[in-house]
């Protein structure tokens, strides 16, 4: 039975998902709907999420919503390669690494995106949030000078979760828009070398290009 995965595009959270389809070779319909035209509040799409929120993925009678919890189901469904992991132990770790980068990295990285990718928010907060991020960014870096993933020696949904938010807060800040906020942000994305290597290695994996 084929997988229906609706979202809307571009979507740093969608792209969690979509990588995780990739990586384990999933066969899947793609459906992009445009909220600014109600497409995400029809009834028919309201039947199978009431909240109308994106992405959804829909696998034969089974709906999820929500990029981490998709994510979750798809590595439960389809089990190889495994992104949470084989034991307890790591699937522990990852989790824990998902919230930490939930509750410290992402409202960091969100005070970017909203105003310079999607047009959302006070442009002030980008340059409120540049110390801490680059704070996080040398943390990470440090934890991906282990292995080269962010928990244990391959790739997992920890590195799925966070990846396409950096990959956007890096693409956001090249952009004229950006009018040269947040330099140091994309001195650490460029020239953290381990991070550097990490964000290389998952556009190779994804088909993207880190120049």
């Given at each position: 039975?084929?997988?229906?995965?609706?979202?809307?595009?571009?979507?740093?959270?969608?792209?969690?998902?979509?990588?995780?389809?990739?990586?384990?070779?999933?066969?899947?319909?793609?459906?992009?709907?445009?909220?600014?035209?109600?497409?995400?509040?029809?009834?028919?799409?309201?039947?199978?999420?009431?909240?109308?929120?994106?992405?959804?993925?829909?696998?034969?009678?089974?709906?999820?919503?929500?990029?981490?919890?998709?994510?979750?189901?798809?590595?439960?469904?389809?089990?190889?390669p495994p992104l949470f992991g084989t034991t307890p132990k790591e699937?522990?770790?990852?989790?824990?690494?998902?919230?930490?980068?939930?509750?410290?990295?992402?409202?960091?990285?969100?005070?970017?995106?909203?105003?310079?990718?999607?047009?959302?928010?006070?442009l002030s907060a980008v340059d409120a949030v540049e110390q801490k991020?680059?704070?996080?960014?040398?943390?990470?870096?440090?934890?991906?000078?282990?292995?080269?993933?962010?928990?244990?020696?391959?790739?997992?949904?920890?590195?799925?979760?966070?990846?396409?938010?950096?990959?956007?807060?890096?693409?956001?800040?090249?952009?004229?828009?950006?009018?040269?906020?947040?330099?140091?942000?994309?001195?650490?994305?460029?020239?953290?070398?381990?991070?550097?290597?990490?964000?290389?290695?998952?556009?190779?994996?994804?088909?993207?290009a880190i120049e």
């Amino acid at each position: 039975m084929t997988i229906t995965f609706f979202h809307m595009q571009p979507g740093p959270f969608a792209e969690r998902c979509l990588m995780a389809l990739r990586l384990k070779g999933i066969g899947f319909e793609e459906v992009i709907l445009d909220p600014t035209l109600g497409q995400n509040r029809t009834p028919e799409f309201l039947s199978l999420n009431p909240r109308g929120t994106l992405p959804v993925l829909q696998d034969g009678s089974v709906v999820v919503r929500e990029s981490q919890a998709i994510m979750f189901y798809l590595d439960k469904a389809y089990s190889e390669p495994p992104l949470f992991g084989t034991t307890p132990k790591e699937a522990g770790a990852i989790m824990q690494a998902i919230w930490d980068q939930t509750s410290y990295i992402e409202p960091l990285l969100k005070s970017i995106i909203g105003p310079l990718v999607f047009g959302k928010g006070d442009l002030s907060a980008v340059d409120a949030v540049e110390q801490k991020l680059v704070t996080e960014l040398e943390a990470l870096d440090r934890v991906l000078a282990l292995t080269g993933w962010i928990v244990g020696n391959a790739i997992s949904a920890a590195d799925l979760s966070l990846y396409p938010l950096l990959f956007a807060v890096r693409a956001s800040l090249r952009e004229p828009a950006a009018r040269n906020r947040c330099q140091a942000v994309l001195t650490a994305l460029d020239q953290l070398p381990n991070l550097r290597s990490w964000l290389q290695a998952i556009a190779k994996i994804d088909g993207a290009a880190i120049e």
